[in-house]
Antibody, heavy 114, light 112 residues
């Protein structure tokens, strides 16, 4: 059974940092680009970042460039998102996914508020 | 960035009746490999999105044959041949031909 489990979300003040983790199992993690997608409360889906299998290529949404860093640990089949200098507009449920083959986690909520 | 415009934004359908959602792209999603990089997802209330159609026209494994995708280039369509109660939720199109990947605004489908 394919599983993607996000963790690390929570309440953080503006300007603060969080590190999200996505632990996966049930598929060959090293075969796939991995993606973070977010969804603000009551809003639509928004792509955040992609990372290639060997970390040689990474792409980011313009509004998070320089603040967010995606990484992966292939030995642990895990994906990470380091989020710095957080803003209120980063408040969202963050999903890790391989969307093209329907692998999605349940999401972790990040709330940026004072 | 590629803009995907969905219409309608909401749909109220009688069970057993068909439904159609349009997704218009600001540029062609047809790649040189012949594939159209457009995906359709359904997000049921309180759940993660689930893939219905990939590369514009291919039904994902396990998805009901009531769902079909058509179109190419800039005009894509999702059709539900006979809407059922379990089809309620928000439908999104997404393009992955170039970064940033972008989504349509979503179409909320409810049952009359």
């Amino acid at each position: 059974e394919v599983r993607l489990v996000e963790s690390g979300g929570g309440l953080v003040q503006p300007g603060g940092s969080l590190r999200l983790s996505c632990t996966t199992s049930g598929f060959t993690f090293t075969n796939y680009w991995m993606t973070w997608i977010r969804q603000a409360p009551g809003k639509g889906l928004e792509w955040v970042t992609n990372i290639k299998q060997d970390e040689s290529e990474k792409f980011y949404l313009d509004s998070v460039k320089g603040r967010f860093t995606v990484s992966r640990d292939n030995a642990k089949s895990s994906l990470y998102l380091q989020m710095n200098n957080l803003r209120a507009e980063d408040t969202a449920v963050y999903y890790c996914a391989v969307p093209g083959i329907n692998y999605w986690g349940q999401g972790t909520l990040v709330t940026v508020s004072s | 960035d590629i803009v995907l415009t969905q219409s309608p934004l909401s749909l109220s359908v009688t069970p057993g009746q068909p439904a159609s959602i349009s997704c218009k792209s600001s540029r062609s999603l047809l790649e040189s490999d012949g594939k159209t990089y457009l995906y359709w997802y359904l997000q049921r209330p309180g759940q993660s999105p689930q893939l219905l159609i990939y590369e514009a026209i291919n039904r994902f494994s396990g998805v009901s044959d009531r769902f079909s995708g058509s179109g190419s280039g800039t005009d894509l369509t999702l059709k539900i041949s006979r809407v059922e109660a379990e089809d309620v939720g928000v439908y999104y199109c997404m393009q992955s031909i170039e970064v940033p990947w972008t989504f349509g605004q979503g179409t909320k489908v409810e049952i009359k």
